[in-house]
């Protein structure tokens, strides 16, 4: 059996307009800087490592992760374009008092983790992304990988069955909550090594097993509605992301190549790019706390420019 893990510290839910409501869940120190966590695709608000927040307690961090519209706690709605998330999360940090903060966004969280960066740069002081999507379309876009071979084909369906088919996938998860332990190790067994490894590790399957009967068990429509969003235009340009991006990339990545990471870093204008040599696409889950001291250099950098900023006008 996978072993039992702490429930969040925090959890609820978070007006973010007159019907609409998202879910979130609090680790780590309440006191501590904000570094907000968007999960993947699929994913909901506990999809966040168990190192990630054991360093937050250690590091006073206050670490929270958020459901998509559509999945966990939050209310069903399809954004026109990835930007348009960033208005949610700026009402959620108004309403959980953060100010500054920093975002990370593993796989299909990276697009939106960006836009919130595009969107927000004076509150966002820097964002993470492990193995996250790349554009389909503009000048940013780049083919290939699982989105590019079969999202964007997919996509155009989507957008007209989505809703009963998210009903279906909803009802499968609730058939297989028995078996869910079984059924991850079965994911597992027909993934790549680095993957393979990642999962077998007892605190991964309790996090991804968690997730996934918290998150998942009353509704499944936020995978089916990134999909459709990432096919379209953004909604911004990669080089309007001007704070400092951090992006670490499994090498033998099969759902998000390699190639999309680098093509990526290189269209950001402040971008460094961590490759992860043997590693797949859930790759970085296995560097968390190698990010989160990453991601807290980088505060730690802005807190001094501010400080020195601020005796240069004394």
């Known amino acids: 059996m996978a072993l039992e893990i702490a429930r969040p510290k925090l959890e609820g839910k978070v007006a973010v307009g007159s019907d609409r409501q998202i879910g979130f869940a609090e680790f780590g120190d309440p006191q501590g800087r904000a570094m907000f966590w968007l999960h993947g695709t699929p994913g909901a608000r506990r999809q966040i490592p168990v190192e990630a927040r054991l360093y937050a307690e250690a590091n006073q961090i206050r670490l929270i992760g958020v459901d998509r519209p559509g999945i966990g706690a939050s209310t069903p709605h399809e954004y026109h374009r990835v930007i348009d998330f960033a208005d949610d999360l700026h009402t959620i940090a108004d309403t959980l008092g953060v100010d500054k903060m920093e975002i990370i966004g593993l796989s299909g969280g990276g697009p939106y983790t960006l836009g919130c960066a595009a969107a927000m740069p004076e509150r966002v002081i820097a964002v993470g992304v492990l193995g996250g999507v790349a554009p389909t379309q503009g000048s940013d876009g780049i083919g290939g990988g699982l989105m590019g071979n079969v999202g964007l084909a997919a996509a155009p369906v989507l957008e007209r069955v989505g809703s009963p088919l998210s009903r279906v996938a909803t009802g499968l998860i609730r058939l297989i909550k028995p078996v869910a332990e079984p059924v991850l190790y079965l994911y597992a067994s027909v993934s790549p090594e680095g993957d393979r490894r990642l999962l077998a590790r007892p605190e991964f399957k309790a996090m991804f097993l968690d997730d996934l009967l918290n998150g998942s068990r009353k509704q499944l429509a936020a995978p089916f509605a990134d999909v459709v969003v990432f096919a379209r235009d953004w909604?911004?340009?990669?080089?309007?992301?001007?704070?400092?991006?951090?992006?670490?990339?499994?090498?033998?990545?099969?759902?998000?190549?390699?190639?999309?990471?680098?093509?990526?870093?290189?269209?950001?204008?402040?971008?460094?790019?961590?490759?992860?040599?043997?590693?797949?696409?859930?790759?970085?889950?296995?560097?968390?706390?190698?990010?989160?001291?990453?991601?807290?250099?980088?505060?730690?950098?802005?807190?001094?420019?501010?400080?020195?900023?601020?005796?240069?006008?004394?």
Request: aromatic fraction near 8%; proline fraction near 6%.
């Open 235 to 314: 909604g911004f340009r990669l080089d309007e992301v001007k704070v400092p991006v951090r992006w670490w990339h499994g090498d033998c990545d099969h759902i998000v190549p390699f190639e999309h990471g680098e093509h990526v870093v290189a269209m950001l204008p402040d971008a460094e790019l961590y490759p992860l040599p043997g590693e797949s696409h859930l790759g970085g889950l296995g560097e968390t706390e190698a990010i989160m001291a990453t991601m807290s250099e980088l505060w730690d950098a802005y807190q001094r420019d501010c400080d020195n900023n601020d005796a240069g006008k004394s």
